[in-house]
């Protein structure tokens, strides 16, 4: 166990919430969208994280039940929320169905908000640790310099 | 490590410099992991061990009396090692993830202020001895 595993354990963090980001930002952007090229309106995606175990060689791999201190962590997944339209009255709409309603992606602006700032302060803790990290390897690289 | 030149704090500093930073990755990968469903936040604990290890033998303890006893208290500060242990935690969520981002950024400011602190009196001892060599002559 070296420095290194917990940057990198940190830089994982800083990809995964980057990703959770983008997901978030599409969601508000398509908000009202009500044509994909799927067909139907845009539905709402999540993102799955999973923590990986550091493996950076087959014998990591091996012992990575043994110590399974640090772990990375990756988006394993980008999942659509199911139930993911609401139907709203609009008859002049033009994807309105026969009955006058339009079906939307179902997008909580509010909570996709709340995930963002998650998400963003998610990162910044991150960033916290990886300067924790570096400024305690400088520190070492320090010992016993005149 | 030689007793009769190394003074014995620099052992203990050492030590405890190993422990920290592997604590310190702990710590970190628990920050990481902070919103990952059924990840259980982990702690590297051995304070207690090294302060027993590193604490002179009293006069209560048993002493051995003879090279080929078995060791009673037997700790040396270079047979401390960090035990790892799920941190504890009140904050348990539906995705059974126990990680709480605030006690665990304190818990890595706290430890790396402890790493920090030991470079700087372990600077300071290999201060002290290398102004023991080089003045000793003048």
């Known amino acids: 166990m070296d420095m290194m595993d917990g940057l990198r354990s940190s830089f994982s963090g800083l990809q995964a919430q980057r990703t959770r980001m983008n997901v978030i930002a599409s969601n508000l952007a398509n908000a009202g969208v009500t044509r994909t090229p799927e067909g139907g309106p845009y539905q709402r995606k999540e993102v799955v994280f999973a923590a990986m175990p550091q493996v950076s060689s087959f014998a990591d791999l091996l012992n990575a039940h043994a ?13 659509r929320a199911p139930d993911s339209t609401r139907l709203e009255y609009d008859p002049d709409h033009p994807d309105a169905n026969p009955a006058g309603y339009v079906a939307y992606p179902n997008i909580n602006v509010l909570h996709e908000m709340a995930d963002l700032i998650m998400a963003s302060r998610l990162y910044e803790a991150n960033i916290t640790a990886i300067n ?10 320090q010992i016993g310099r005149i | 490590m030689s007793r009769t030149f190394f003074p014995p704090t620099l052992e203990v500093l050492q030590k405890n ?5 592997a604590r310190h990755q702990v710590l970190t990968s628990n920050i990481t992991n902070a919103e990952t469903p059924g990840y ?22 048993l002493q051995r009396t003879h090279l080929r006893h078995l060791p009673v208290v037997a700790r ?4 401390v090692q960090g035990v790892l242990v799920a941190s504890p935690s009140d904050n348990v969520g539906s995705d059974l993830n126990t990680v709480s981002l605030d006690q665990e950024m304190g818990r890595l400011t706290l430890n790396a202020f402890h790493y920090n602190t030991s470079i700087e009196f372990l600077g300071r001892s290999l201060d002290q001895l290398r102004r023991v060599i080089s003045e000793g002559g003048r």
């Open chain 2, 76 to 79: 040396s500060v270079a047979q």
């Open chain 2, 40 to 61: 259980i936040a982990k702690d590297v604990s051995f304070e207690a061990a090294l302060r027993d290890a590193a604490q002179p033998p009293s006069h209560n303890t």
């Open chain 1, 67 to 79: 110590e399974a201190g640090v772990s990375e962590v990756r988006v394993v997944d980008i999942i």
């Open chain 2, 17 to 21: 410099l190993a422990l920290r930073m």
């Open chain 1, 132 to 141: 924790a990290t570096k400024d305690m390897a400088i520190r070492t690289l």
